[in-house]
Nanobody, 115 residues
Framework: QVQLVESGGGLVQPGGSLRLSCAAS????????TGWYRQAPGKQRELVAR???????NYADSVKGRFTISRDNAKNTVYLQMDSLKPEDTAVYYC?????????WGQGTQVTVSS
């Protein structure tokens, strides 16, 4: 079966860093576009970063220059390095794998940025 296991969330002070990981199993990882989404309380889920199977990355304007998405196909893992964190980054972060006709989601990991 397909499983996506997220890790790396937690509580951090403004200006701090976190690195999220999402390890996938049961899929041909290399053919999937991978991404990170987040959902803050009372808000819609939004795309944070995407890394396509072809190696193209894109970011939400709110995180450009602060977040970096990467992936290791050999480890079936996608990462989100988050630097210079702000309180407005507080949300549940979800990893996502997508190909034509198939979409998979991680369980979500809480990121809280607070002093």
């Amino acid at each position: 079966q397909v499983q996506l296991v997220e890790s790396g969330g937690g509580l951090v002070q403004p200006g701090g860093s976190l690195r999220l990981s999402c390890a996938a199993s049961g899929i041909r990882f290399s053919i999937y576009t991978t991404g990170w989404y987040r959902q803050a309380p009372g808000k819609q889920r939004e795309l944070v970063a995407r890394f396509t199977s072809g190696g193209i990355t894109n970011y939400a304007d709110s995180v450009k220059g602060r977040f970096t998405i990467s992936r290791d196909n050999a480890k079936n893992t996608v990462y989100l390095q988050m630097d210079s964190l702000k309180p407005e980054d507080t949300a549940v972060y979800y990893c996502n794998l997508a190909s034509y006709g198939n979409v998979y989601w991680g369980q979500g990991t809480q990121v809280t940025v607070s002093s």
